[in-house]
C-alpha cells in the first residue's frame, strides 16, 4: 500500500538524519467514527555515535514517525547496536502511543496488542542512580 508522506511542519526544528532505513511498518490510527488514516514508522540503520559528549563507543539508531502531526524524526542509544536498534524499537512505540492519546485514536496492526512492537527493555541498569524505576505502558 503506498502512502504519501506526510510533510514537515514549517519552522520544524530538523531531527536526526534518518539515513538507511532498515525497517519500515504502516499502522493504523482508528478514529471513533471508524476512520482509517496510515501512520509509518521507520527505524534507520544503528551507527556509532559521534556526539561530542559521548563516549566515543555507544551506537545511535534513528526513528521516524510520519502521521498523527508532522513527521518526527529522533534516536535512541545504547552501548552497541542491538541496544540501541532495541531501544528504537522501544522509544517508537512509546512515541507512537503518545501521539494517538493526544489524537484521540487507537492503533491498529493486524489487530495485535502493542502494535507487534512489543519490547520491555530492563532499564535498571542505565537510569540515574535514586530514580524511580521506568514503568512499562500497558499494551
Known amino acids: 500500500m503506498a502512502v504519501p508522506p506526510t510533510?514537515?511542519?514549517?519552522?520544524?526544528?530538523?531531527?536526526?538524519?534518518?539515513?538507511?532505513?532498515?525497517?519500515?511498518?504502516?499502522?493504523?490510527a482508528v478514529a471513533a467514527d471508524g476512520t482509517r488514516t496510515p501512520v509509518r514508522v521507520r527505524l534507520g540503520r544503528p551507527r556509532?555515535?559521534?556526539h561530542p559528549e559521548g563516549t566515543g563507543t555507544d551506537w545511535c539508531c534513528p526513528w521516524q514517525v510520519e502521521g498523527l502531526g508532522a513527521t518526527e524524526t529522533d534516536s535512541?542509544?545504547?552501548?552497541?547496536?542491538?541496544?540501541a536498534l532495541l531501544l528504537g524499537v522501544y522509544g517508537l512505540?512509546?512515541?507512537?502511543?503518545?501521539?494517538?492519546?493526544?489524537?484521540g485514536v487507537r492503533l491498529d496492526w493486524l489487530g495485535?496488542?502493542?502494535?507487534?512492537?512489543?519490547?520491555?527493555?530492563?532499564?535498571?541498569a542505565v537510569a540515574p542512580a535514586g530514580a524511580p524505576p521506568a514503568e512499562a505502558p500497558a499494551d
Not at 520544524?12 to 499502522?27: C, F, I, S, T
Not at 535512541?76 to 541496544?83: A, I, M
Open 112 to 124: 495485535m496488542a502493542g502494535l507487534g512492537l512489543t519490547l520491555e527493555p530492563d532499564l535498571s
Open 7 to 28: 510533510p514537515p511542519a514549517t519552522g520544524a526544528p530538523a531531527g536526526p538524519d534518518l539515513g538507511e532505513v532498515v525497517a519500515e511498518r504502516v499502522v493504523e
Open 48 to 50: 556509532p555515535d559521534t
Open 93 to 103: 512505540r512509546l512515541r507512537l502511543e503518545e501521539r494517538a492519546r493526544r489524537a
Open 76 to 83: 535512541s542509544f545504547g552501548v552497541d547496536s542491538l541496544q
